[in-house]
């Protein structure tokens, strides 16, 4: 599964990403989300209780603002 989100946009997508993960938890799942930087990611705590921003299921790629 592959979402895509920028901001408050993940609001909608983590009822998704929990219920897939916890349902199917041999399914992959690949969020892509922007936003303005790590201290303002929302959901930050519940995307990382779920194993996304761990190890190896955490990129992040910094530009210009």
């Given at each position: 599964?592959?979402?895509?989100?920028?901001?408050?946009?993940?609001?909608?997508?983590?009822?998704?990403?929990?219920?897939?993960?916890?349902?199917?938890?041999?399914?992959?799942?690949?969020?892509?989300?922007?936003?303005?930087?790590?201290?303002?990611?929302?959901?930050?705590r519940?995307?990382?209780?779920?194993?996304?921003?761990?190890?190896?299921?955490?990129?992040?790629?910094?530009?210009?603002?």
């Amino acid at each position: 599964i592959v979402a895509f989100a920028a901001g408050a946009g993940i609001t909608p997508l983590l009822a998704m990403i929990e219920h897939g993960l916890t349902t199917e938890p041999e399914t992959g799942f690949t969020l892509v989300y922007g936003n303005r930087g790590p201290d303002s990611i929302m959901f930050r705590r519940e995307l990382e209780d779920h194993g996304i921003g761990r190890d190896d299921r955490w990129w992040e790629a910094t530009g210009p603002a």
